[in-house]
C-alpha cells in the first residue's frame, strides 16, 4: 500500500515540477476533448432539427365534393392496417371550411368569395403521416388503389425533402471537419504528451538512475509517468466537462425554443454525463496511456 | 562471495573493456581494483551490480548468476549490494535524510523501518546532525559520507565504490576510506575502485592491478605499482 502511495506521489512531484509543460498538455487534451463535445453537441442538434422536420413531414389527401364519410372512413382504414403508417385523421368538409376561414379571417376578399360560391367547396380531407419519411412513397402508392382512386382529387405530398437533404449535408460536412478537427488536435495532443513525458524523463533522469542503482524495480519506476498520464486525462475531462456542463445549462433553453420535441444537451452532458465524460476519460486515458508507453520505451532505461 | 570466471566485456568489436578477467572475492575481503584511466577498472565494478552484462565468461555475486540474471532480479541484487560513486549521486532537492530515506522508499521499505534506519546509518557516517541540511550545504567529503550511508541502508553484504575519493582533497580522502575500513570491519565485503596511490598505499589490503582489460598482479598486502 505504501509502495503505490510512493508512485502516487511521485507521479503528482513529475506532474509540478513541469507544471508549465503540464498545463500544456492537460490544455491540448481538454481542448481535443472540447472539439469532440461540440461535435457531439451538434449531432444532437442536427438530429432534433432533422426530427422536427420530419414531424411536420405528411401526405394530404383531398376528396372530390361528391365523396361521401364512408368513403374517407373506408381509405382511413385501409391506411391504417399498414405498420407504416403511424397516424391518419379524417377532417370533414366542415372543418375544412372552418379551418380555411379561420387562415383567411383578416382577408374579406377570400371570404367574401367562399360566401359567392354559396356551397361549401371543400370535401372530406386526410392527413396521413408515417413511421418515417422513407414510408410516403409507399403510401402514396396505395393511395392508387382502384377501389377510391376515383373519389380523390388531390395528394399533396409536403416532403420538405430539399430542406432534410439540404440539413443532412450540413450536418455531414459539419461533423466531417469536426472529425477532421478532433483527429487534428489528437495527434496534437499525442504528440506533446509524448514531449512532456520525455522532458520529465530527462528533467528526472538523475532521479530514475539513483533509483536504479539503490534497487527500484522497474515498475516502481515507470508506473508514476503512467499514473501522470492519467492525471492528464482526469484533469482534461474535468476541465472540458465542467464547461460542457455550463454550456448545455446556459444553451439547452435556447436550443429547447428552437425544436418542437425540445433539446437533449442537458439530458445528454449532465444527465448521461457518468457515461459520457466516463468514456472521454477512458478514451484519453488510452491515448495518453499509449504515447506514455511509447516514450517510455524510447528514452526509459529501466 | 564474489566469482569472475574468464569475464570478457566487448563495447565494440575494437573496445575490449575486459579480457579473460578471473578473480575471486571472499566475504568481508577488502580489494583495491587499481589501475589507470581505461584499464577496466569501472567496467568491472558495473558488472558487480548489474549495470553492464559481461560478453563472456560467469560472474557470481553470492547466489547470483550476473551474465543469466533476469531483468526482474537486477533490483534485488542491487539491494544487496552498495554502491558510492565518485560524483556523490545525491539529489540536491532532498535533505541528507531525504537522500537517505528515498534508497529505500523506492525499495518498498516501510515508513516506520525508514525512520528508524536513516539516523542510524547517518551515525555510522557521523553525520548524525546533518540530516536535515542539503548536500550543497556539506563538504564534498561529507557529501561523499552522505552517499555511504545511503548505501549502508539496505544493509548491504557488499560495498562497491568506484573512485570515492576522485573529488576529494587529501584529508577527506583518508576520512572516507577509514570510513570504508570501519565498514568492512563490521563484516562488510568492500571492492574500491581507485587510482589513487596514496590511498592504495595506505590501505595495505589485498590489491588487484588491471593493464589493458586484464589483471596483470593480484597481492594479498599489495601496493599501487603502476
Same mark, same amino acid.
Given at each position: 500500500?505504501?509502495?503505490?502511495?510512493?508512485?502516487?506521489?511521485?507521479?503528482?512531484?513529475?506532474?509540478?515540477?513541469?507544471?508549465?509543460?503540464?498545463?500544456?498538455?492537460?490544455?491540448?487534451?481538454?481542448?481535443?476533448?472540447?472539439?469532440?463535445?461540440?461535435?457531439?453537441?451538434?449531432?444532437?442538434?442536427?438530429?432534433?432539427?432533422?426530427?422536427?422536420?420530419?414531424?411536420?413531414? &405528411?401526405?394530404?389527401?383531398?376528396?372530390?365534393?361528391?365523396?361521401?364519410?364512408?368513403?374517407?372512413?373506408?381509405?382511413?382504414?385501409?391506411?391504417?392496417?399498414?405498420?407504416?403508417?403511424?397516424?391518419?385523421?379524417?377532417?370533414?368538409?366542415?372543418?375544412?371550411?372552418?379551418?380555411?376561414?379561420?387562415?383567411?379571417?383578416?382577408?374579406?376578399?377570400?371570404?367574401?368569395?367562399?360566401?359567392?360560391?354559396?356551397?361549401?367547396?371543400?370535401?372530406?380531407?386526410?392527413?396521413?403521416?408515417?413511421?418515417?419519411?422513407?414510408?410516403?412513397?409507399?403510401?402514396?402508392?396505395?393511395?392508387?388503389?382502384?377501389?377510391?382512386? &376515383?373519389?380523390?382529387?388531390?395528394? &399533396?405530398?409536403?416532403?420538405?425533402?430539399?430542406?432534410?437533404?439540404?440539413?443532412?449535408?450540413?450536418?455531414?460536412?459539419?461533423?466531417?471537419?469536426?472529425?477532421?478537427?478532433?483527429?487534428?488536435?489528437?495527434?496534437?495532443?499525442?504528440?506533446?504528451?509524448?514531449?512532456?513525458?520525455?522532458?520529465?524523463?530527462?528533467?528526472?533522469?538523475?532521479?530514475?538512475?539513483?533509483?536504479?542503482?539503490?534497487?527500484?524495480?522497474?515498475?516502481?519506476?515507470?508506473?508514476?509517468?503512467?499514473?501522470?498520464?492519467?492525471?492528464?486525462?482526469?484533469?482534461?475531462?474535468?476541465?472540458?466537462?465542467?464547461?460542457?456542463?455550463?454550456?448545455?445549462?446556459?444553451?439547452?433553453?435556447?436550443?429547447?425554443?428552437?425544436?418542437?420535441?425540445?433539446?437533449?444537451?442537458?439530458?445528454?452532458?449532465?444527465?448521461?454525463?457518468?457515461?459520457?465524460?466516463?468514456?472521454?476519460?477512458?478514451?484519453?486515458?488510452?491515448?495518453?496511456?499509449?504515447?506514455?508507453?511509447?516514450?517510455?520505451?524510447?528514452?526509459?532505461?529501466? | 562471495?564474489?566469482?569472475?570466471?574468464?569475464?570478457?566485456?566487448?563495447?565494440?568489436?575494437?573496445?575490449?573493456?575486459?579480457?579473460?578477467?578471473?578473480?575471486?572475492?571472499?566475504?568481508?575481503?577488502?580489494?583495491?581494483?587499481?589501475?589507470?584511466?581505461?584499464?577496466?577498472?569501472?567496467?568491472?565494478?558495473?558488472?558487480?551490480?548489474?549495470?553492464?552484462?559481461?560478453?563472456?565468461?560467469?560472474?557470481?555475486?553470492?547466489?547470483?548468476?550476473?551474465?543469466?540474471?533476469?531483468?526482474?532480479?537486477?533490483?534485488?541484487?542491487?539491494?544487496?549490494?552498495?554502491?558510492?560513486?565518485?560524483?556523490?549521486?545525491?539529489?540536491?532537492?532532498?535533505?541528507?535524510?531525504?537522500?537517505?530515506?528515498?534508497?529505500?522508499?523506492?525499495?518498498?521499505?516501510?515508513?516506520?523501518?525508514?525512520?528508524?534506519?536513516?539516523?542510524?546509518?547517518?551515525?555510522?557516517?557521523?553525520?548524525?546532525?546533518?540530516?536535515?541540511?542539503?548536500?550543497?550545504?556539506?563538504?564534498?567529503?561529507?557529501?561523499?559520507?552522505?552517499?555511504?550511508?545511503?548505501?549502508?541502508?539496505?544493509?548491504?553484504?557488499?560495498?562497491?565504490?568506484?573512485?570515492?575519493?576522485?573529488?576529494?582533497?587529501?584529508?577527506?580522502?583518508?576520512?572516507?576510506?577509514?570510513?570504508?575500513?570501519?565498514?568492512?570491519?563490521?563484516?562488510?565485503?568492500?571492492?574500491?575502485?581507485?587510482?589513487?596511490?596514496?590511498?592504495?598505499?595506505?590501505?595495505?589490503?589485498?590489491?588487484?592491478?588491471?593493464?589493458?582489460?586484464?589483471?596483470?598482479?593480484?597481492?594479498?598486502?599489495?601496493?599501487?605499482?603502476?
Amino acid at each position: 500500500m505504501s509502495t503505490l502511495l510512493r508512485v502516487i506521489k511521485f507521479a503528482f512531484q513529475h506532474f509540478f515540477r513541469n507544471i508549465w509543460l503540464s498545463l500544456v498538455t492537460v490544455s491540448m487534451l481538454t481542448l481535443t476533448l472540447l472539439a469532440l463535445n461540440i461535435l457531439l453537441s451538434l449531432n444532437l442538434a442536427t438530429d432534433a432539427a432533422i426530427k422536427n422536420i420530419e414531424s411536420r413531414v &405528411d401526405i394530404s389527401v383531398t376528396f372530390k365534393t361528391e365523396a361521401v364519410e364512408s368513403d374517407a372512413k373506408n381509405t382511413a382504414i385501409y391506411l391504417q392496417s399498414f405498420s407504416e403508417v403511424r397516424d391518419v385523421q379524417i377532417i370533414t368538409p366542415d372543418e375544412a371550411l372552418e379551418a380555411f376561414k379561420i387562415k383567411h379571417a383578416n382577408n374579406p376578399i377570400v371570404l367574401a368569395s367562399i360566401e359567392e360560391v354559396g356551397e361549401n367547396p371543400f370535401g372530406y380531407e386526410l392527413i396521413i403521416q408515417a413511421n418515417s419519411t422513407d414510408n410516403y412513397p409507399m403510401i402514396l402508392e396505395a393511395l392508387d388503389n382502384p377501389s377510391f382512386r &376515383d373519389q380523390i382529387e388531390d395528394k &399533396d405530398f409536403a416532403s420538405h425533402e430539399a430542406v432534410l437533404n439540404k440539413i443532412s449535408s450540413v450536418a455531414n460536412q459539419v461533423r466531417f471537419f469536426g472529425l477532421i478537427l478532433v483527429i487534428l488536435f489528437l495527434t496534437i495532443a499525442v504528440l506533446i504528451v509524448f514531449n512532456t513525458v520525455r522532458v520529465a524523463i530527462f528533467v528526472h533522469r538523475e532521479e530514475i538512475s539513483i533509483m536504479r542503482l539503490v534497487g527500484a524495480t522497474g515498475w516502481f519506476i515507470r508506473t508514476p509517468f503512467l499514473i501522470e498520464a492519467l492525471i492528464f486525462s482526469f484533469l482534461a475531462v474535468l476541465i472540458s466537462g465542467a464547461f460542457m456542463i455550463f454550456a448545455a445549462t446556459v444553451l439547452d433553453p435556447v436550443f429547447a425554443s428552437y425544436f418542437d420535441s425540445g433539446s437533449k444537451l442537458k439530458d445528454f452532458f449532465i444527465g448521461q454525463g457518468y457515461w459520457v465524460y466516463g468514456s472521454e476519460f477512458v478514451g484519453a486515458a488510452l491515448v495518453c496511456l499509449f504515447s506514455t508507453a511509447v516514450a517510455m520505451r524510447k528514452y526509459l532505461r529501466v | 562471495m564474489i566469482r569472475l570466471k574468464n569475464v570478457s566485456k566487448k563495447y565494440s568489436p575494437s573496445t575490449m573493456a575486459l579480457q579473460n578477467v578471473s578473480l575471486h572475492i571472499r566475504p568481508g575481503e577488502f580489494v583495491s581494483i587499481v589501475g589507470q584511466s581505461g584499464t577496466g577498472k569501472t567496467t568491472l565494478a558495473k558488472l558487480l551490480f548489474a549495470e553492464e552484462l559481461p560478453s563472456r565468461g560467469e560472474v557470481i555475486i553470492g547466489d547470483w548468476d550476473i551474465s543469466k540474471i533476469q531483468a526482474e532480479d537486477v533490483p534485488l541484487l542491487r539491494r544487496q549490494i552498495g554502491v558510492v560513486f565518485q560524483d556523490f549521486k545525491l539529489l540536491t532537492k532532498k535533505t541528507v535524510s531525504e537522500n537517505i530515506a528515498f534508497a529505500l522508499e523506492v525499495s518498498g521499505v516501510g515508513s516506520r523501518r525508514i525512520q528508524e534506519i536513516v539516523p542510524q546509518v547517518l551515525k555510522i557516517v557521523n553525520l548524525h546532525d546533518c540530516g536535515n541540511r542539503y548536500p550543497r550545504q556539506l563538504s564534498g567529503g561529507e557529501q561523499q559520507r552522505v552517499a555511504i550511508a545511503r548505501a549502508l541502508a539496505h544493509k548491504p553484504k557488499i560495498i562497491v565504490a568506484d573512485e570515492p575519493t576522485g573529488n576529494l582533497d587529501t584529508i577527506n580522502a583518508h576520512e572516507i576510506i577509514n570510513l570504508l575500513k570501519k565498514i568492512n570491519e563490521f563484516g562488510t565485503t568492500v571492492v574500491l575502485v581507485t587510482h589513487n596511490r596514496e590511498v592504495v598505499n595506505h590501505l595495505r589490503r589485498r590489491v588487484v592491478t588491471l593493464h589493458d582489460g586484464q589483471i596483470i598482479s593480484d597481492e594479498e598486502e599489495g601496493r599501487y605499482r603502476l
